[in-house]
């Protein structure tokens, strides 16, 4: 089992930047793909970007991110990372961190990943 902690969130204007991190307890951390979805106010959770834990550290990100996020993690700090850049007003909503043991890059219905973090709100300001 793993807990997730978010943090990071917070008010930026059009344009600029946020790292978002997701701290992980347990000592297995290197076992679970980590992914990071996102919610915006009546809207479905999102996929935003996965992170394998196969030693290929492959990611994925979807369309609507890719060139400005980038998804990365530190196994030795037990931490997953969401560098967040060029951001807009779109991109407002409840980022959350997820895991999966031994998951695929490829899973982005949110029901078939077990854990997951509280959540913490990323602004974008017009």
């Known amino acids: 089992q793993v807990q997730l902690v978010e943090s990071g969130g917070g008010l930026v204007q059009t344009g600029g930047s946020l790292r978002l991190s997701c701290a992980a307890s347990?000592?297995?951390?290197?076992?679970?793909?980590m992914y990071w979805f996102r919610q915006a106010p009546g809207k479905e959770r999102e996929f935003v970007a996965a992170?394998?834990?196969?030693?290929?550290?492959?990611?994925l990100y979807a369309d609507s991110v890719k060139g400005r996020f980038t998804i990365s993690r530190d196994n030795a700090k037990n931490t997953v990372y969401l560098q967040m850049n060029s951001l807009k007003p779109e991109d407002t909503a409840v980022y959350y961190c997820?895991?999966?043991?031994?998951?695929?890059?490829?899973?982005?219905?949110?029901?078939?990943?077990?854990?997951w973090g509280q959540g913490t709100q990323v602004t974008v300001s017009s």
């Open positions: 997820a895991a999966d043991l031994l998951g695929s890059i490829y899973t982005k219905m949110p029901a078939n990943i077990h854990y």
């Open positions: 347990g000592r297995t951390f290197s076992t679970y793909t």
């Open positions: 992170i394998s834990w196969s030693s290929s550290r492959s990611t």
